[in-house]
């Protein structure tokens, strides 16, 4: 157990609807990150958040949106969904907001737009 | 830009083998980190190690071996006499210096390993 929480577990949808996933890092960690895990894309990084503010994007596409709240708990919003957005959505944490901490990877959000 | 490059997709050997999956990374930085994770069929993702790019001592722990080449820029992974709870999916991943904590992954070398 890593220590890193997601909820759901799973989530089936329709498209066209919008969704949240949430996560809560490990005590302490102050760097929340969101990958998107598909069998096309492989592990593609979505974006970090340090501390409450964006500390790095990747190729996340304008309908999602991610945010970190005062608690450090940090809620991925993924809207207008398509076929294409079912993958396994991760979160990870990290003590600090570079590469000096490993990430530690959560359970993941297993997501199913039908 | 940034690459990892897994070639191996997949890899079967039987128990008690040793098995070796290749990591080839590309970055025109000077300063990174490059990591290995496992991710078992149960999902999770699981950290195994931790190199800076000033540190090329191999590595050692338990049954698991890195092998870091800045040379070549490979960053190799051995199980020796291979388990069946070795059986998973694996990833090398970079990160660079000033790109916050961006991981970027390789495809993954599935690795089964047979009784």
């Known amino acids: 157990d890593s220590g890193v929480t997601q909820t759901p577990k799973h989530l089936i949808t329709a498209t066209g609807q919008r969704v949240t996933l949430r996560c809560s890092p490990r005590s302490g960690d102050l760097s929340v990150y969101w990958y998107q895990q598909s069998l096309d894309q492989g592990l593609q990084f979505l974006i970090q958040?340090?501390?409450?503010?964006?500390?790095a994007k990747g190729n996340i596409l304008e309908r999602f949106s991610a945010q970190q709240f005062p608690d450090l708990h940090s809620e991925l919003n993924l809207s207008s969904l398509e076929l294409g957005d079912s993958a396994l959505y991760f979160c990870?944490?990290?003590?600090?907001?570079?590469?000096?901490?490993?990430?530690?990877f959560g359970p993941g959000t297993r997501l199913t737009v039908l | 830009a940034q690459k990892v490059t897994q070639a191996q997709t997949e890899i079967s050997v039987v128990e008690k083998e040793d098995v070796t999956l290749d990591c080839v990374y590309e970055t025109r930085d000077t300063t990174y980190y490059l990591f290995w994770y496992k991710q078992p069929p149960s999902g999770e993702l699981v950290f195994l190690i931790r190199?800076?790019?000033?540190?090329?001592q191999n590595e050692i722990s338990g049954r698991y071996s890195w092998n870091f080449q800045k040379s070549t820029s490979s960053f190799n992974f051995t199980i020796t006499a291979s388990q069946v709870v070795d059986s998973a999916v694996y990833f090398c991943?970079?990160?660079?210096?000033?790109?916050?904590?961006?991981?970027?992954f390789g495809q993954g070398t599935e690795l089964s390993v047979k009784p």
């Open positions: 190199r800076n790019s000033f540190d090329e």
């Open positions: 991943a970079l990160i660079v210096y000033n790109q916050g904590g961006k991981l970027i």
């Open positions: 958040y340090y501390n409450g503010e964006e500390r």
């Open positions: 990870a944490s990290s003590a600090d907001r570079g590469p000096y901490n490993e990430q530690f």
